[in-house]
């Protein structure tokens, strides 16, 4: 198996902020940026097409704040799964409705200073009492910055820039996926589950 092909492997474990989280003692809230640097960051996920118009997210000492509402139904914001993670991501309109739900969660309760068992907890009660929900149509989130960087059990990775498909209930069979890289262009993060996604690898992508 390839380098490449492994850190395909190991991105299923990380990426993102969707999968479950491994209980520990730790605190989980990272350090604050610069406000107008973690603004241009975030806007560098999506393409240039929607970055004029996409709404902004800030991570502050409440938790996410809105800092520029959307025009065009996306929202970008620097996700910070892990204190030393940096994973700027778009959403688009169907994306920000459901699955932003559940980073904004995660990014309050770590500014909070809950360990990773109790923002596990937290999540799993706003699934089983419908707060967050699986997205009802497929749609994107863009991760296309060049500066990735994404949790993988106990360490944190450099990843190329790809592109996230939801694909809520779906296997890896019905899509013909495959996280060893070897047989499909494609692999899964959470198949099967509500938060599952198709991730496309950009390797050469450069805006």
């Not at 969707?18 to 975030?42: F, N, Y």
């Not at 296309?144 to 996230?164: A, C, E, F, Q, W």
Request: glycine content about 10%.
């Amino acid at each position: 198996m390839t380098p490449y092909a492994l850190s395909r492997v190991a991105t299923t474990v990380g990426l993102t902020l969707l999968a479950t989280t491994t209980a520990t003692a730790q605190s989980l809230k990272p350090t604050l940026m610069d406000r107008d640097t973690e603004i241009a960051e975030a806007l560098a996920a999506g393409p240039p097409i929607i970055r004029d118009e996409a709404g902004v997210y800030v991570l502050t000492e409440g938790g996410y704040e809105l800092a520029r509402e959307s025009r065009n139904g996306f929202h970008c914001l620097v996700g910070k799964s892990q204190p030393d993670s940096f994973e700027p991501q778009c959403l688009d309109a169907e994306g920000s409705k459901t699955l932003l739900k559940q980073i904004l969660l995660r990014g309050e309760r770590q500014m909070r200073g809950d360990t990773a068992e109790q923002i596990q907890e937290a999540i799993d009660a706003a699934w089983a009492s419908g707060e967050l929900t699986a997205p009802a149509k497929s749609g994107i989130n863009y991760m296309l910055s060049t500066k990735n960087r994404v949790p993988v059990g106990g360490r944190v990775i450099d990843y190329v820039p790809h592109l996230m498909f939801y694909a809520p209930g779906l296997s890896e069979s019905e899509l013909g996926a495959d996280r060893t890289g070897e047989g499909s262009p494609i692999f899964m993060v959470n198949p099967g589950q509500p938060t599952g996604y198709v991730i496309v690898p950009l390797p050469d992508y450069d805006d």
